[in-house]
């Protein structure tokens, strides 16, 4: 994406202009030039995010769940970085590619985290309140040794009304990011504090904050094919 410099261009401005001096201008004009740099990596804070919301087309939404998924699976170790994924049951065939992750596995090895129907939904949801639960009790030192958890969740609907939300608000703390993927806005979460909407005929956003709706950055990103994926 374009983002501004963290050390921009500084130059004294004069009171007159000395019409002879072809340099004049140049700090003024290099200054312009270099206060966007483009096509520079966007980063999304997810480790220290309690939630964020991303909005678009369904096929844009998977496409953004694979790219974040892989970029977290492929920089962290996975008793580092833990991946839960949250879709509907006719969706597995779709999430095959994350099941090569370590990152998807618990660390006690006996659980996948992946969520999809009623009795996979009754073992993570456990799992999830409990681990969460468990770490409202720690204190800071000890939760900053455990695994981070980033949960997508694709389909919203399994996790809405369970007791868990109610550690939305302070996820961040606990070492949980949550992802929520919708189609429209007024569907996602209002634990969000940032939104990402996908346009509908590119691969291109825009990051907007949720408190005072200032849009931080717009960004583009790659089209991921499954075989790649996978």
Not at 30 to 46: A, H, R, S, T
Request: glycine content about 4%.
């Amino acid at each position: 994406g374009v983002v501004k410099t963290n050390n921009p261009v500084k130059y004294n401005t004069h009171d007159y202009v000395d019409t002879d001096d072809f340099l004049m201008d140049y700090p003024k004009s290099i200054k312009y030039k270099y206060e966007y740099i483009q096509d520079m990596p966007v980063i999304l804070d997810l480790k220290n995010a309690n939630a964020i919301g991303f909005v678009g087309p369904r096929t844009k939404l998977y496409q953004m769940v694979k790219n974040i998924a892989l970029s977290v699976a492929i920089e962290h170790f996975y008793k580092d970085v833990q991946l839960v994924i949250i879709m509907n049951d006719d969706e597995k065939k779709l999430f095959d590619w994350a099941r090569w992750f370590h990152n998807t596995t618990a660390p006690n090895g006996y659980i996948r985290n992946f969520m999809y129907d009623d009795d996979s939904s009754k073992i993570m949801l456990e799992y999830l309140y409990a681990e969460l639960s468990h770490r409202d009790e720690l204190k800071k030192e000890e939760i900053e040794e455990l695994p981070h958890f980033v949960v997508f969740a694709y389909r919203s609907e399994r996790i809405t009304s369970h007791p868990l939300k109610k550690y939305y608000d302070k996820a961040s703390e606990l070492g949980f990011t949550f992802l929520f993927f919708e189609e429209y806005e007024e569907l996602v979460n209002d634990c969000v504090t940032k939104l990402v909407f996908l346009e509908d005929d590119c691969n291109e956003g825009i990051i907007r904050n949720v408190e005072d709706g200032e849009i931080t950055q717009k960004f583009e990103y790659e089209h991921i094919p499954g075989d790649i994926a996978a």
